[in-house]
């Protein structure tokens, strides 16, 4: 039978990490909005400026649903470490 190992300390250091750039991207994400917003009303008036920024906002939505999917596999790799533990506590 194979043997099945988890370093769960390590484990962990990657989700914290692979959280940690998630929370990065979505503030990057909203950095660029919140640029682009004051450019757009003051500095760039015309119907162009409108249509970019409806498809910068169309694009930034798509990394959405991804990074709520990362959240999420994180979540469950975080149940899997706490299951790991539990077991190794058994022995």
């Known amino acids: 039978m194979p043997e099945v190992l988890m370093d ?25 909005l919140t640029k682009v917003n004051a450019i757009i009303p003051e500095e760039w ?23 709520e999917e990362i959240t999420e596999l994180n979540q469950r790799l975080e149940k899997e470490i706490t299951q790991w533990s539990e077991t190794a506590a058994t022995f």
């Open 8 to 32: 769960t300390e390590e484990t962990q250091a990657h989700i914290d990490k692979v959280n940690e750039s998630v929370s990065e991207i979505y503030e990057i994400l909203h950095q660029i």
């Open 45 to 67: 008036e015309s119907p162009s400026a409108n249509e970019f920024l409806e498809g910068l906002s169309d694009h930034i939505n798509r990394f959405d649903p991804k990074l």
